[in-house]
């Protein structure tokens, strides 16, 4: 079992800036691939980031290229997703998930291929 918490939401400005955190507990946390997506209301899942257990690759949906940042401490057993130049279809609440194993580019991007999920943490942007 994984267990994974995420913090660092909250409410800011358009063009603003905040960090995630999603703290994991449970089995060998660098060995799995981390993701970050989010969901807004009435909206399928989306796909934000992911990172590859050593933090060596990472991966972007189109929406947040440039903007966003995945990171990971596997010391401290957190991944953590940088959001600059924030926008108001930014807002959403934002789910850390764990891949145990290791998966394709493809995969990554996909919700299904994700084995745990955190509880979420809402992200507001206003206008």
């Known amino acids: 079992q994984v267990q994974l918490v995420e913090s660092g939401g909250g409410l800011v400005q358009a063009g603003g800036s905040l960090r995630l955190s999603c703290a994991a507990s449970?089995?060998?946390?660098?060995?799995?691939?981390m993701g970050w997506f989010r969901q807004a209301p009435g909206k399928e899942r989306e796909f934000v980031a992911a990172?590859?257990?050593?933090?060596?690759?990472?991966v972007y949906g189109d929406s947040v290229k440039g903007r966003f940042t995945i990171s990971r401490d596997n010391a401290k057993n957190t991944v953590y997703l940088q959001m600059n130049s924030l926008k108001p279809e930014d807002t959403a609440v934002y789910y850390c998930?764990?891949?145990?194993?290791?998966?394709?580019?493809?995969?990554?991007?996909?919700?299904?291929?994700?084995?745990?999920w955190g509880q979420g943490t809402q992200v507001t942007v206003s206008s």
């Open positions: 998930s764990a891949a145990l194993g290791s998966r394709t580019i493809a995969a990554m991007k996909r919700p299904d291929t994700y084995d745990y």
């Open positions: 449970g089995r060998t946390f660098s060995s799995n691939v």
């Open positions: 990172i590859s257990w050593t933090g060596g690759f990472t």
